[in-house]
């Protein structure tokens, strides 16, 4: 591979565009991350139901996908990004006045809806100026600017719990996330792709069948991968509150990980471009898989913090790497409804793995269902892998539409 392009002129100009917003949005979800476990099993709920309300927000973005494309080639990517921001916070915020499932649920619903419209809208931005040598790095820092969120919001909503409760907790999370709506008003922070006349948009439901098994075939392993690093958000919170770890130190247990994760994600960017995507995947969801086993039996709190630190490294080896995927893989005329519908079907990993935590912990307790994650994982790797193959290359996306 020759090269790639310079990465500083592309990071100053989608900056306010792209990280701003995404970057309040992952803030408001890594408060939450470690002390909505804890606040469903306190509030009397069965580690069935648990897993069921956190899955419920993998539901709503496999949900969103389709209907963000549907919003984003009728009224702008920046109006979706305002509509799913405002709806991420006000369904987070109303979190900790109810313990009733189904209220629960429907707003972890409503929250993984709006999360699909903040990721679509944020991503077509880059599929549409960033050419296909910068998108490993461009996507990375996307991804680490989720990681460095997921560091410091873990800490912020576990210190939060302890002093003020769950109310205080996901009312401040609400807070961060709308905080994000800035990016519309600063200086380069709209979308400068013109919205198209009626004539000349891209009919979503034909464009996605006429790429339907190209969708098939690039979906099934990130999803795979999708269930594995969603279900370890759940694991690592339980398994310290097994450890009898409280909610502080489960946020700096959930942190530390996630410290080792950031330090990596610009290595899996500049590999991605220079080497390949396939030279960080399969590194990467390999490490995640090992830590996933070690958490499996890990009896000390020193041994969950390695396994955790194992995973982080991976994770941080695979910063943007689905996004990139996707974005490689959508052909160039027709980039929206392609990247809703990979992320509809890919998505389904975010429910499909706290589903299976829950299940499988509640018969088998929480390691059996930590070392399901593992296997699950490697077996999105050898999809990614045997399957899809190597996707950096300029071109209209590697697997060809139906005939």
Do not use: C, K
């Amino acid at each position: 591979m020759s090269p790639p392009p310079p990465l500083r002129p592309a990071l100053r100009r989608l900056f306010v565009p792209v990280y701003v917003p995404w970057g309040m949005a992952t803030l408001g979800a890594g408060v939450v991350l470690p002390v909505l476990p804890l606040y469903l099993e306190e509030s009397g709920l069965g580690l069935g139901s648990v897993g069921t309300v956190l899955a419920a927000s993998g539901i709503g973005s496999a949900l969103g996908g389709v209907p963000a494309s549907s919003v984003a080639e009728r009224r702008g990517t920046d109006r979706l990004l305002a509509l799913s921001l405002l709806l991420l916070a006000g369904t987070t915020a109303v979190l900790g006045f109810t313990t009733a499932v189904v209220a629960l649920v429907a707003m972890r619903i409503g929250y993984g809806f709006a999360f699909a419209g903040v990721s679509q809208s944020r991503q077509l931005v880059v599929a549409r100026g960033v050419e296909v040598g910068l998108r490993g790095r461009v996507n990375s820092f996307v991804g680490g600017m989720h990681r460095l969120t997921f560091v410091v919001g873990p800490v912020l909503g576990g210190a939060v719990y302890e002093t003020w409760g769950a109310d205080a907790t996901f009312v401040l999370a609400g807070v961060l996330t709308a905080s994000g709506l800035v990016a519309l008003v600063l200086p380069g922070g709209r979308d400068e792709h013109e919205v198209a006349a009626p004539a000349e948009r891209i009919r979503i439901g034909a464009s996605l069948w006429r790429h339907r098994r190209a969708l098939v075939v690039a979906s099934l392993g990130p999803l795979l991968v999708s269930s594995a690093r969603q279900g370890r958000h759940v694991v690592v919170p339980l398994i310290g509150d097994e450890l009898e770890l409280d909610a502080a130190a489960i946020g700096l247990l959930v942190a530390v990980g996630t410290a080792a994760d950031f330090l990596l994600f610009p290595v899996a960017g500049w590999a991605s471009d220079r080497f390949g995507r396939l030279a960080s995947m399969i590194p990467a969801f390999s490490l995640m898989a090992a830590g996933l086993g070690l958490l499996a039996v890990a009896d000390t709190v020193t041994q969950a913090v390695v396994a955790g630190v194992i995973m982080g490294l991976g994770n941080g080896l695979s910063a943007g790497s689905m996004l990139t995927l996707s974005t490689d893989l959508a052909p160039v005329d027709e980039p929206g409804p392609f990247i809703a519908g990979f992320h509809t079907l890919s998505g389904a990993g975010t429910f499909v793995g706290p589903l299976a935590v829950g299940w499988v912990a509640e018969v088998h307790g929480l390691g059996t269902a930590a070392m399901v994650l593992a296997v699950t994982l490697m077996a999105g790797v050898a999809w990614l892998t045997f399957v899809i193959g190597e996707t950096a290359r300029p071109g209209p996306g590697r697997l060809a539409p139906e005939a």
